[in-house]
């Protein structure tokens, strides 16, 4: 069985651009979170799918960040205009129901210079 | 909200050692997992242990959520042991639904 995936694996880009980060959960898990580490910090909750909806999303920092789900099945984390803070490596998880356990990809190392 | 606190922040052993890693939390959880991040930065489930006690080959983790701390116990450590060790947990009532991660512990096995 696949594992939880994350495309791509390191992303560099200048500050004001855009990058969208991919997430392919384990099949047939429901519960997709998405999770960040920046430099220095724990890692955070950003946000949580049961299928196409957004169940909780208060850990997102601000509406430069978009997170989508379409279908139910792979998702999305869009950063539009990244800025220095937002440097650091993004982790996406899977779980098949709430409150089970959680695997995580390998993160996205994102690096805005 | 919720408190993670791992402790010891950092620990040096000789390989064939034993460790305790600990993980106090302070409200009432209904999740708690070990990760062990490699040297690679990837997340490695070690346990689901909301209560109770599991045990993995050379690694058992104890959680006694009434007083709210969780054990990790790695025995007869090896170099490919070390890396960084975290307790996450989420809550039973409240707060938001993903993982309240701790600090980590920084493990290294010295051969």
């Known amino acids: 069985e696949a594992g939880v995936t994350q495309f791509p694996s390191h992303s560099v880009i200048e500050k004001g651009q855009t990058v969208t980060l991919r997430c392919d959960p384990i099949?047939?898990?429901?519960?997709l979170y998405w999770y960040r580490r920046v430099m220095g910090k724990e890692i955070k909750f950003l946000l949580h799918f049961v299928k196409e909806s957004k169940q909780d999303e208060s850990g997102m920092p601000n509406n430069r960040f978009l997170a989508e789900r379409t279908g139910g099945t792979y998702s999305t984390l869009k950063v539009q205009p990244a800025e220095l803070e937002d440097s650091g490596v993004y982790f996406c998880?899977?779980?098949?129901?709430?409150?089970?356990?959680?695997?995580f990809g390998p993160g996205t190392r994102l690096t805005v210079t | 909200g919720i408190q993670v606190e791992q402790s010891p922040p950092d620990l040096i052993l000789q390989e064939g050692a034993n460790s305790t890693l600990r993980c106090n939390f302070s409200?009432?959880?209904?999740?708690l997992q070990w990760f062990h991040q490699n040297p690679w930065g990837q997340l490695i489930n070690l346990f689901y242990?909301?209560?109770g006690t599991k045990q993995n080959g050379r690694l058992s983790a104890t959680t006694v959520a009434t007083e709210r701390y969780s054990l990790l116990y790695i025995s007869s450590s090896q170099t490919t042991d070390s890396g960084v060790y975290f307790c996450a947990v989420e809550l039973t009532v409240g707060g938001a639904d993903g993982l309240t991660f701790g600090k980590g512990t920084h493990l290294i096995i010295q051969p």
């Open positions: 099949s047939g898990h429901d519960n």
């Open positions: 409200d009432s959880v209904n999740n």
């Open positions: 242990i909301p209560s």
């Open positions: 998880a899977s779980s098949p129901g709430f409150v089970y356990e959680q695997y």
